[in-house]
């Protein structure tokens, strides 16, 4: 990953550093710790690690939620956090609720406005996300009405609605059935293949096995391993992740029961 | 990719209107504001049953004071409640990291907020303020020779307007580093209360630096209301022009430091 000029990275952690006060003591928390990662376009990068680790502290440095103490976070070569920055990436964050009174198009067409896209493609747009989410028919629905798995998908479609060069995605999968899951890993396959950079946080290893060129595990806020999965584990990425068994079973029984 | 320049005034006052809208929306649907609305006109209303009352006042002008006092009163408790809990159900849903990790400037997103609830604010005066107006016409018609001044009532519903919106402001600031809806709304009332006490306090003394706080007594309607006259033209542009150097400085220190917060 060394030797290419700086702005081609989409994603550059150097040495970046963030701690936490600990209430109102003066201890505080090291929550990353010297931290350094690169990422081009067209790449998927998976960070694992326990509870605490440090996942989305990154993924929030990143998406500008908070600022670097120590090192540089740049995306595209632009601070994170910075107005360039953030129109370049789209953010899902953890377990997200979203204002119940609103619809789902609704929602998005706020998305939509507050990214500025233009009107004409806008509606175009939100019906490919929604599409895409399986929340065609869910559209016109108040979001209160909305099963944790359908304000999982809304959230994603709002983080890919206007198109972004840099997805981040902080445990996308938290909450999504197993049809859901396959949908959001072949969506991570296609928006990387369409030449986007995706970085999201995950408990399951074996989704992010199949999906990352680049891998790295935190512990305690400290990079234990990093690389891709050829490096780290001797063998290539599956190209085309077949569901197991039992979800080839479960998707039957879905698909005959409608 | 986004095709507008996210730069500039224009692109800054759509986004700003579109965080008001949004917020608007979202507080006409607070059960709250049903609670205070429907508590508020009941009130309103009870002036007829109290005006046996009235100490002597005219009865057309204690209905006004009195719906003037629920307008500012519960206006108040709705600036500050409202605010609080408009503010806090996006952050602690996470729904405002979708908004602030788009090119949306923070101080954007708090002159949004602020604008959504002046605008419940003015709709909930109008409202009260239509109620006393009825009820005043229907008294002036059964009184004879009674006449309502309704320009000033209209004035005087104006400077309420203005005062409970400059609580919105203050519960505002407190939001911007506050951690829970309930500190901060807490916190908006008893800066509310200074700001209504801050007359009392003399030249100079231990106290005298509360002064820098905005003196929401300047905004009485009651006397308005009272008087024969309606407010001057240089009276109203005084109070508009001191409201609009609080709000402004208020929207500005919120911005400040909500632009310091992590999440």
Known sequence: MNGRARQEWAVELIGFGKSYRAGWSAKSLTAVESLTL???SGQVLGLLGPNGSGKSTTLKALAGLLRPERGEVLVYGHPAGSL?????????????QFPAHLTGREFLLYCAGLSSLKQDRTLARIEQTLEWGGLRDAGPRRLGTYSKGMLQRLGLAQAILHDPALVLLDEPASGLDPAGRLALNRLIRDLAAQGKAIVFSSHLLAQAEQLCDQLAILGRGRLLVAGSPADLLGSARVESP???RLEQLYLEKMGSHG | ????????PSASFRRTRL???HTLGEALRLRLTALLGMIGAAVVVGALALREFNFGSAELK??????????GGFGTLLAALATAQLFFSEIQGRAAYCVLTRPVRRWEYMAGKFIGVAGLLALFTVAMGLLIAAL???RAAQLEGAVVGWTALACACAMQWLKVTLVAGMTLVVCSYAGSALFASGAGLILAVVAHLRSFVGEGGRFGWIKVWPNLALFDAESVLAATHPPSASLLLGCAGYWAVYALVFIGI??????????
Request: glycine share 12%; aromatic share 14%; no cysteine.
């Open chain 2, 62 to 71: 204690f209905i006004g004071d009195f719906g003037l006092g629920a307008i």
């Open chain 1, 38 to 40: 690169r990422l081009a």
């Open chain 2, 1 to 8: 990719m986004a095709e507008f320049p996210h730069g500039g």
């Open chain 1, 84 to 96: 360039a920055a953030r129109a370049l990436v789209g953010y899902l964050p953890e377990l997200p």
């Open chain 2, 254 to 263: 919120a911005s400040y430091v909500f632009e310091q917060r992590e999440f």
């Open chain 2, 136 to 138: 005043l016409a229907v």
């Open chain 1, 242 to 244: 077949e569901p197991s």
């Open chain 2, 19 to 21: 965080v008001a809208l």
